[in-house]
T-cell receptor, first 115, second 111 residues
Framework: DVKVTQSSRYLVKRTGEKVFLECVQD?????MFWYRQDPGLGLRLIYF???????EKGDIPEGYSVSREKKERFSLILESASTNQTSMYLC??????????????FGPGTRLTVL | DAKTTQPPSMDCAEGRAANLPCNHS???????VYWYRQIHSQGPQYIIH???NNETNEMASLIITEDRKSSTLILPHATLRDTAVYYC????????????FGKGTRLHILP
């Protein structure tokens, strides 16, 4: 079974703090994604990566950065957390993005609260 | 925007088959239909996907109409643990393969 894990299920940070959210997948997937999910807005793509050291912006990259130094790990970074970044953050991975049939598998999510 | 339409909520008695409909009238010939579900406070879970043939796995069956404009996800023997929001998704065929979730169907399994 594919396993996607995220470093924390719940996180509380203060405004202005730097926040790291870690995601690890154990299936040698090429692609990894970071989404945020908010009530009424559904899932929105923040960043994604097709390979080590590669990253591409999603729909809402502002205020976020990412790092993919190893294939299995994709980190989301909030350089200076703000209250409007309070959300559920979901990481996903898929084998390859070059075919539309590749299934994305999600982690359990990190519920981040910024005070 | 999501390319699918689903009823906002449905009820199903425990032990009965849950049939969740989805309309995707603008689906392209090479787009797949995917189903995910999300149990409260958890990440989305992949269920099944298909192109034009009916599909079955250990979780569910997917019935796609011949014109591919609609589909039905069938949970054959619903349990309380199947209470979740179910999302029907059409996958775009391009390199930017983000998933676009619509509002989904909130399925309540009644004891």
């Amino acid at each position: 079974d594919v396993k996607v894990t995220q470093s924390s299920r719940y996180l509380v940070k203060r405004t202005g703090e730097k926040v790291f959210l870690e995601c690890v997948q154990d299936m040698d997937h090429e692609n990894m994604f970071w989404y945020r999910q908010d009530p009424g807005l559904g899932l929105r793509l923040i960043y994604f990566s097709y390979d080590v050291k590669m990253k591409e912006k999603g729909d809402i990259p502002e205020g976020y950065s990412v790092s993919r130094e190893k294939k299995e790990r994709f980190s989301l970074i909030l350089e200076s957390a703000s209250t409007n970044q309070t959300s559920m953050y979901l990481c996903a991975s898929s084998l390859s993005g070059r075919e539309s049939t590749d299934t994305q598998y999600f982690g359990p999510g990190t519920r981040l609260t910024v005070l | 925007d999501a390319k699918t339409t689903q009823p906002p909520s449905m009820d199903c008695a425990e032990g009965r088959a849950a049939n969740l409909p989805c309309n995707h009238s603008t689906i392209s010939g090479n787009e797949y239909v995917y189903w995910y579900r999300q149990i409260h406070s958890q990440g989305p879970q992949y269920i099944i996907h298909g192109l034009k043939n009916n599909e079955t796995n250990e979780m569910a069956s997917l019935i796609i109409t011949e014109d591919r404009k609609s589909s039905t996800l069938i949970l054959p023997h619903a349990t309380l643990r199947d209470t979740a929001v179910y999302y029907c998704i059409v996958r775009p065929e391009n390199r930017d393969d983000k998933i676009i979730f619509g509002k989904g169907t909130r399925l309540h399994i009644l004891p």
